[in-house]
Nanobody, 122 residues
Framework: QVQLVESGGGVVQTGGSLTLSCAASARTFDVYAWGWFRQAPGKEREFVAAIRWSGSQQYYGHYVKGRFTISADNTENTVSLQMNSLKPEDTAVYYC???????????????WGQGTQVTVSS
C-alpha cells in the first residue's frame, strides 16, 4: 500500500510564505505526475498545481499562478509546494496526490495523502 504523507502546514499571516512537502512511503513505483489540491470548509476540493515526473511541465490553478511553485524530486519520490504571497482565501486543507497509473493530466490521481492544514490569518 502506497502512502503519501504531507508536512509543512501551519498558520501564517497574509503575505507570508509556507512550503508544503509530500513524501511517498514506497519507492517501488513510478510516479507519472504529482499534484496538489485543496479543500476549504464548505467548498469542493479544487486543483492547485501539478508537475510531470520529468519536471518538464507544471500546471497551476489560475488563483495560485505566479504565487505558488511546485517541484519534485523523483529520486526520493517527494514533491513540494512553495507558497508565497499567501491570502486568507488560500486557507484550506492541502492534499498531495500521485498519479502512478498514467491517468489524465493534470487532474486525475490514484493515490492521495491525508492532508495538511494551511491557515492564513488576515
Amino acid at each position: 500500500q502506497v502512502q503519501l504523507v504531507e508536512s509543512g502546514g501551519g498558520v501564517v499571516q497574509t503575505g507570508g510564505s509556507l512550503t508544503l512537502s509530500c513524501a511517498a512511503s514506497a519507492r517501488t513505483f513510478d510516479v507519472y505526475a504529482w499534484g496538489w489540491f485543496r479543500q476549504a470548509p464548505g467548498k469542493e476540493r479544487e486543483f492547485v498545481a501539478a508537475i510531470r515526473w520529468s519536471g518538464s511541465q507544471q500546471y497551476y490553478g489560475h488563483y495560485v499562478k505566479g504565487r505558488f511553485t511546485i517541484s519534485a524530486d523523483n529520486t526520493e519520490n517527494t514533491v513540494s509546494l512553495q507558497m508565497n504571497s499567501l491570502k486568507p482565501e488560500d486557507t484550506a486543507v492541502y492534499y498531495c496526490a500521485a498519479n502512478t497509473a498514467g491517468l489524465g493530466l493534470p487532474y486525475q490521481y490514484d493515490h492521495w495523502g491525508q492532508g495538511t492544514q494551511v491557515t492564513v490569518s488576515s
